[in-house]
């Protein structure tokens, strides 16, 4: 079964970085698509990035030329590497997947979650 384990979350002030990773396992096909959502106390989760195994990727507007989704196949693991972070950034941080390309920003998309990792930003 598909399994995701996010890690890297932490405290940092604005304008600093961090990297999140994803280590994940049990993909039955080699084409996927992955990506990281962000769900903030009361808001609805928020589609960060997204990639796939077809070279698409995508970001929302809110965090263009700031983060980078990458993923190395060789070690099973997804990045998100977030720069001059912002306080709006903090929230719960989730990595997802999906058997397909088209890397999507819209969580119903994505049937395989990990458990979050807390990301809080202080200004």
């Known amino acids: 079964r598909v399994r995701l384990v996010e890690s890297g979350g932490g405290s940092e002030q604005a304008e600093g970085s961090l990297r999140l990773s994803c280590v994940f396992s049990?993909?039955?096909?080699?084409?996927?698509?992955m990506a990281w959502f962000r769900q903030a106390p009361g808001k609805e989760r928020e589609g960060v990035a997204a990639?796939?195994?077809?070279?698409?990727?995508q970001y929302v507007a809110s965090v263009k030329g700031r983060f980078t989704i990458s993923q190395d196949i060789g070690k099973n693991t997804l990045y998100l590497q977030m720069n001059h972070l912002k306080p709006e950034d903090t929230a719960t941080y989730y990595c997802?997947?999906?058997?397909?390309?088209?890397?999507?920003?819209?969580?119903?998309?994505?049937?395989?979650w990990g458990q979050g990792t807390q990301v809080t930003v202080s200004s």
């Open positions: 997802a997947a999906k058997l397909g390309v088209g890397a999507p920003l819209l969580d119903y998309y994505y049937p395989f």
């Open positions: 990639l796939d195994t077809g070279g698409i990727t």
């Open positions: 049990g993909f039955t096909s080699s084409r996927y698509s």
